[in-house]
Nanobody, 116 residues
Framework: QVQLVESGGGLVQAGGSLRLSCAAS????????MGWYRQAPGKQRELVAS???????NYADSVKGRFTISRDNAKNTVDLQMNSLRPEDTAVYYC??????????WGQGTQVTVSS
């Protein structure tokens, strides 16, 4: 089956940086969009950033200018560079892919905690 493995989460102070990584493996033919979502306790899951196979990016207004998403199509990986982190960024971050056939796959999530 398709599997997404996330890494890079942890504890950081406000103003610090963190880099999340996600590697997709399994029987995947064509990935259209790769993205990152997050969910804080008591809140709905929201889109943080996404990137198409052609490199077009989309960011939530709250992270624009601070976060950068990138992908390697050959290796089926997607990264999220997070700078100038704020306590409001604290959440579980999930990797997601959407295939050309509109099938979605999710990772299990990685915790990001920003103090102060």
């Amino acid at each position: 089956q398709v599997q997404l493995v996330e890494s890079g989460g942890g504890l950081v102070q406000a103003g610090g940086s963190l880099r999340l990584s996600c590697a997709a493996s399994g029987r995947i033919f064509s990935i259209n969009v790769m993205g990152w979502y997050r969910q804080a306790p008591g809140k709905q899951r929201e889109l943080v950033a996404s990137i198409t196979r052609g490199g077009t990016t989309n960011y939530a207004d709250s992270v624009k200018g601070r976060f950068t998403i990138s992908r390697d199509n050959a290796k089926n990986t997607v990264d999220l560079q997070m700078n100038s982190l704020r306590p409001e960024d604290t959440a579980v971050y999930y990797c997601k892919i959407r295939t050309l056939g509109y099938s979605d796959y999710w990772g299990q999530g990685t915790q990001v905690t920003v103090s102060s």
